[in-house]
């Protein structure tokens, strides 16, 4: 790495691949061509074999496992690849929220299905770079954060993890995240990121767009990952998602060279998993 550029790295990441075929297009533009350097797939929804297959063709990018204990949408689900029943609401399908899955889901359980989901990727050949969690459920109570370090360790994946600054401190406590989950993640020796963020909803593509600049430039000092869920607009993703269009924003956002000179031109360098794990091992 560039020594000038050590004090603040950015980690641009696609969540949610493998959700539909537009999340999927929208994470391989920005990986090739756009400003993304990592994407994390969820094994369980019906579009991330086509996305994985895809992937072995390209294995030096970065793609990880967004482990997946939720499906949250009204009419658009997927069930649990194990069998745990504390994982299934009535219907059959993955709670909607991480609060019923840890009133309803032992530790095990949820062990158990993230492995099935590592698993299953591997089985499909492809080479993962790290895990992380939709919508948090994976760090959701100390139990959960135990059995996803332990998954990590168990396969030799680095896992998303937050180095405990006073402002990550304060806004865990805001959403009624356990403290003693910082703890395991001191714990850790894998890389820590000291920012995370996601892209403001504004309305408009321009407001969205200055904000995420203002976002970009106000980043901290270390290694910060800005999550960004793309997808192409679609009759699929209206019926999907009223977050439709949110997602089409960040798509065109990083995917323009405006947004590249942008970020160089704040002196942040852009890295991924594969960087930062070379980095440590050096």
Avoid at 30 to 36: K, P, R
Avoid at 122 to 146: C, I, R
Avoid at 157 to 163: G, N
Avoid at 168 to 193: K, V
């Amino acid at each position: 790495m560039d020594p000038a550029h050590r004090d603040r790295l950015l980690i641009v990441h696609c969540d949610d691949v493998g959700l539909s075929w537009e999340a999927n297009e929208a994470a391989r533009r920005l990986l090739t061509q756009g400003v993304a350097t990592s994407c994390s797939v969820m094994v369980p929804c019906p579009w991330s074999y086509e996305f994985l297959m895809w992937y072995r063709e390209h294995p030096k990018l970065d793609v990880g496992i967004h482990l997946t204990l939720t499906s949250e949408w009204a009419t658009y689900r997927w069930p649990p690849l194990t069998a745990g029943r504390g994982l299934r609401d009535k219907d059959g399908f993955m709670h909607r929220r991480p609060e019923e899955v840890i009133k309803h889901a032992s530790v095990e359980e949820v062990y158990e299905e993230s492995k099935a989901q590592v698993q299953r990727a591997l089985e499909w050949g492809v080479q993962l770079t790290h895990l992380d969690t939709h919508m948090g459920a994976s760090l959701a109570s100390y139990g959960f954060a135990q059995a996803y370090l332990r998954l990590a360790e168990s396969f030799g994946l680095p896992p998303m993890l937050l180095k405990p600054t006073p402002e990550l401190q304060s806004q865990a406590i805001e959403q009624g995240y356990d403290l003693r989950i910082f703890e395991l993640m001191e714990q850790a020796s894998t890389p820590r990121l000291t920012g995370l963020f996601s892209a403001a909803r504004k309305g408009t593509y321009r407001a969205t767009k200055e904000a995420v600049y203002r976002q970009l430039a106000q980043l901290p000092t270390g290694v910060s990952y800005f999550i960004i869920h793309p997808a192409l607009a679609s009759d699929t993703m209206r019926a999907i998602t009223g977050s439709w269009q949110q997602r089409y924003f960040e798509y065109l956002i990083f995917m323009e060279e405006e947004t590249r000179r942008f970020i160089e031109a704040q002196g942040i360098q852009l890295v991924s998993w594969r960087k930062l794990q070379a980095s440590t091992e050096t």
